[in-house]
C-alpha cells in the first residue's frame, strides 16, 4: 500500500473513532489527509471502499493477534497477548461505537467479525483447559463453570475500553489487564498463584 492510501485509511480510523462510521463525509477524510476529494477519489472511489479497506486492515491485525497463541506455556502468554487486545481496541474504538449500524450496512463484515469471535472465544476456553493440564488452575468446580467464566474473559476483553470511555476514565494497559485477571485469579492453584506473582506482577498478589 503506498504512503497516500496508507494516510487515508489513518485519517479514515481517526474520524470513525471521534465521529463514527456512519457520519464521516469523503469531504473530512480528504481534510484529514490534507488532499483533495478528488486526489482521494483517484485512491479509493468510495467511502464504502474506504470502509472496507480499514476493515481489512483491521482483521489482518486480529488475526495476528490470534496467531500469538499459546507461544509460550507460561502465564505471560496470555498477558502478552492482553497487550495486543488492548492496543487493538483501542485503535479500533469505532467498531463497539457502530456494531449495530454496521450489522445493517456491512454485513459481510459483521460475519467475518463473528467468525474472529468464535476463534477468540475457543482460544480462551482452551486456554483454560491447558492451565488446568498443567496445573496452574483448579479443575473446573462446576460443570458451566469455565464455559462462564471464558464469556466474563471474552466480555472484558471486547467491553471494557467502551465502559471506560462512557465513564471518562484512561484507557490504562495494566488496570485493563488487571481487570481481565481478576476473573482468573480465584481459580488459581499454588503453583499458579506463584507463576502469576513470580512472571506475570511481581509486585501484586491478585
Known amino acids: 500500500m503506498n504512503s497516500t492510501k496508507q494516510k487515508i485509511l489513518e485519517a479514515a480510523i ?3 473513532n471521534l465521529y ?4 464521516v463525509r469523503l469531504q473530512q477524510i480528504a481534510d484529514e489527509t490534507g488532499i483533495s476529494v478528488g486526489n482521494l477519489a483517484y485512491h479509493f472511489k468510495n467511502k464504502e471502499a474506504i470502509v472496507s479497506a480499514v476493515y ?3 482483521f489482518d491485525e486480529f488475526s495476528q493477534i490470534l496467531s500469538t497463541f499459546l507461544m509460550s506455556p507460561k502465564l505471560t502468554d496470555f498477558n502478552h497477548q492482553l497487550e495486543h487486545y488492548h492496543r487493538f481496541f483501542s485503535k479500533y ?3 463497539l461505537i ?3 449500524e454496521l450489522d445493517r450496512s456491512y454485513p459481510g463484515i459483521i460475519e467475518r467479525w463473528h467468525q474472529f469471535v468464535r476463534k477468540m472465544m475457543l482460544q480462551i476456553r482452551k486456554r483454560l483447559d491447558y492451565n488446568v493440564q498443567r496445573g496452574v488452575l483448579m479443575p473446573e468446580p462446576a460443570p458451566g463453570i469455565y464455559d462462564t467464566l471464558t464469556n466474563n474473559i471474552w466480555m472484558t476483553i471486547v467491553f471494557w475500553i467502551p465502559q471506560q470511555i462512557l465513564k471518562g476514565q484512561s484507557l490504562n494497559e495494566e488496570r485493563f489487564k488487571q481487570s481481565v485477571w481478576s476473573h482468573i485469579s480465584p481459580y488459581f492453584t499454588r503453583q499458579g498463584l506463584d507463576e502469576f506473582v513470580l ?4 509486585s501484586k498478589i491478585p
Open 14 to 16: 481517526r474520524l470513525f
Open 93 to 95: 474504538k469505532f467498531y
Open 56 to 58: 481489512e486492515s483491521l
Open 98 to 100: 457502530d456494531l449495530f
Open 199 to 202: 512472571e506475570v506482577e511481581p
Open 20 to 23: 463514527g462510521v456512519a457520519n
